[in-house]
């Protein structure tokens, strides 16, 4: 299925795929041309089968340690429980949608393979698949009411005896996903008289945004303060509330957890080049405000108060620097923005990596959540907001957006990403990074915008500061993964903010485009957009890959792989590969030959007459460029080792 393009009353249609919900840009906007974010937001993404495994249960009253499990559910023995407790019971009017599946959820705007991947996902997990109930379709076809229905129920635990062991968290894996509206009907709820009230009710869906499914997350919640009124008779309860429609409810691997008595959790951390929340991937050095927004959003998941919490930011690079700031105290249960704005020195190009860490008087019992990494790079060849092959590995998301994403948006589909220009900036093209199931066949035209126009309402998507002709979407672009796009002649950006865009043209479906969409880094709602033809501008939140190339060279002089004029009759096979590639070259002459991994770290290089072949048996698994010049022209191509 594709995507649903509104916020609140647009309703289209869908068939292909599926993305984000992305809120109407109108209803993000702030004064003037700046955009703005004040306060940091935490970063964050059938009828049951019964089984036959069961648990001894916890000996009673026992007193654990921090850090040890007191209470877990795998539902491999279904709704009557795993847990050496009791079994689970569902409430509600419609709680009868709460089940026990091994399967993905189905309905109009849910496909299978939204399945959660949870750690024991093959024991089975429990599901409130609540756009099938609307659509009561179990093959993935659309037939939604006119007027969805905004279910209500619950899955409800066991009654536990917690009176030994009070100070405890809920942990529990999970994938959602919602619409129509901006409130999450997914809530976490509280009894301390066995279920008879609920008077607490806790966020399981904080940090996401309405039609966006961050995939499979493991998500803790404290309940210290919960159960204090009677910690002998806790219960908990996945409540889904009728405050929104569709899509799915996914949960697995629930545990409580004693908490230790000193344990500072790093939610994220941050380094805004504006201030503003903004955190580009690329920047050129005469483009950073004097001051840098460095933070980081700090929980106290032990049961004791914290003092003196110290974060640090050691950033190493060309010019290395260290940032702290302390908070004097953190509340028991507390969570707290560390941030201060930080004086720069003169930085100078090249890729940096801060280290962010956190400590306090007492001894953190639990390290292991007290650091946090976040990467950007000097570029003066790029302007860029996402930071696509930047980032660090391990934390590296990313999706697609493009032409097959909404209805209507075959042709025409313009995606911007904001630029705040400090310093007056030269602009030569705009360079886009493309998904690997573009179709060769369609075109691209690049522009630069002013935000006025694109702020109006309606959008004024026909004003521009700048437009490059059409250019092909060819074959040997879509396997370098790259498209640079040249204005006629340079264009200088006065000091203000302005929006790079590229306008996908498919040819009514038949050669979709897809652009990398950088899933990475949460940004301001207005710091992404998409313009869906004959309707509205909405905002993406995440950095779609649409770069301004602030350089005569492009991307010739950036860190990573070396664009420039495709070298032809340059053949690398097998690919997938175990490990040994032929690169077969139509004319004799002297290559060099450079494997890259996705990060631009060169692993490899030779020399070749000609046809040759390498050997990365010793590299990793994954994907790989290889980049082929002959010193006029160059080609990239990817390949995958597999073994």
């Known amino acids: 299925m594709k995507e649903l393009p509104s916020f609140v009353a647009l309703q289209k249609p869908e068939t292909n795929h599926m993305n984000h919900r992305y809120l109407l840009l109108s209803t993000l906007l702030v004064a003037g041309t700046c955009i703005a974010q004040s306060s940091r937001e935490l970063r964050y993404a059938m009828q049951h089968d019964e089984g036959t495994l069961q648990q001894a249960p916890p000996a009673a009253g026992a007193l654990k340690a921090g850090g040890d499990v007191i209470f877990s559910e795998d539902w491999a023995n279904g709704f009557a429980g795993n847990n050496g407790v009791g079994a689970w019971t569902v409430s509600g009017p419609n709680g009868n949608i709460w089940k026990r599946t091994l399967t993905g959820p189905v309905g109009s705007f849910s496909v299978p393979a939204q399945k959660i991947t949870s750690t024991t996902v093959a024991n089975g997990f429990a599901a409130f698949y609540?756009?099938?109930?609307?659509?009561?379709?179990?093959?993935?076809?659309?037939?939604?009411?006119?007027?969805?229905?905004e279910w209500d129920g619950a899955l409800e635990s066991p009654v536990l005896d917690l009176s030994a062991t009070p100070n405890v968290l809920l942990q529990w894996e999970q994938r959602l996903r919602w619409c129509c509206q901006a409130t999450s009907p997914h809530a976490v709820e509280i009894s301390t008289d066995g279920g008879l009230t609920w008077p607490t009710t806790l966020e399981a869906a904080s940090g996401i945004s309405t039609n966006n499914d961050p995939g499979t997350q493991t998500r803790q919640i404290i309940l210290i303060s919960a159960i204090a009124p009677n910690p002998a008779q806790v219960k908990f309860r996945f409540k889904h509330n009728p405050t929104a429609a569709a899509y799915h409810w996914q949960i697995d691997d629930i545990k409580i957890i004693e908490l230790y008595d000193n344990d500072i959790k790093m939610v994220d951390g941050y380094l805004s080049q504006t201030g503003d929340g903004e955190e580009y991937g690329r920047t050129p050095s005469d483009q950073f405000e004097p001051t840098m927004l460095i933070g980081s959003t700090l929980s106290n998941f032990g049961s004791q108060e914290q003092t003196n919490v110290v974060l640090t930011a050691d950033v190493t690079g060309p010019v290395p620097f260290v940032a702290?700031?302390?908070?004097?105290?953190?509340a028991i249960e507390g969570t707290a923005a560390a941030e201060l704005a930080y004086t720069l020195p003169a930085l100078l190009p090249g890729n940096y990596s801060s280290a962010f860490s956190v400590a306090a008087d007492t001894p953190d019992e639990n390290p292991g959540n007290n650091t946090f990494l976040r990467n950007f790079q000097v570029n003066d060849c790029l302007y860029s907001l996402d930071g696509i092959g930047i980032h660090p590995a391990a934390v590296q998301s990313l999706g697609t957006l493009g032409s097959s994403s909404f209805t209507g948006a075959a042709d025409g589909l313009v995606l911007l990403d904001y630029y705040q220009v400090n310093n007056p900036l030269t602009v030569y093209g705009i360079e886009i990074a493309l998904g690997s199931t573009t179709v060769a066949g369609g075109y691209v035209i690049a522009h630069l915008r002013d935000t006025t126009p694109v702020f109006?309402?309606?959008?004024?998507?026909?004003t521009v500061i700048a437009e490059t002709d059409p250019v092909d979407v060819t074959a040997p672009v879509i396997t370098a993964g790259l498209l640079q796009l040249y204005f006629t002649n340079p264009v200088v950006l006065s000091p203000n903010g302005y929006f790079a865009s590229v306008s996908l043209f498919s040819n009514a479906g038949a050669a979709h485009i897809r652009v990398i969409d950088d899933l990475t880094v949460p940004q301001p709602g207005t710091s992404s957009a998409i313009f869906i033809p004959n309707d509205q501008l909405y905002s993406n939140g995440n950095a779609v890959a649409v770069r301004m190339i602030t350089a005569p060279g492009g991307s010739n002089c950036t860190t990573g792989v070396d664009e420039q004029t495709?070298?032809?009759?340059?053949?690398?096979?097998?690919?997938?590969?175990?490990?040994?590639?032929?690169?077969?070259?139509?004319?004799?002459?002297?290559?060099?030959?450079?494997?890259?991994?996705?990060?631009?770290?060169?692993?490899m290089s030779r020399r070749a007459l000609g046809t040759t072949t390498l050997d990365l048996a010793g590299q990793a698994e994954g994907m790989y460029m290889v980049r082929v010049s002959n010193g006029t022209s160059a080609t990239v191509q990817r390949v995958t080792l597999s073994r």
């Open 130 to 149: 609540s756009d099938s109930a609307n659509c009561n379709c179990t093959s993935g076809a659309g037939n939604w009411p006119a007027t969805p229905t």
């Open 324 to 330: 702290s700031t302390t908070l004097s105290s953190l």
């Open 456 to 462: 109006a309402v309606p959008a004024q998507m026909t």
């Open 566 to 603: 495709p070298l032809m009759g340059i053949s690398i096979y097998p690919n997938p590969s175990n490990g040994r590639l032929t690169i077969r070259t139509e004319e004799p002459g002297n290559y060099t030959i450079d494997v890259l991994d996705l990060l631009g770290q060169t692993v």
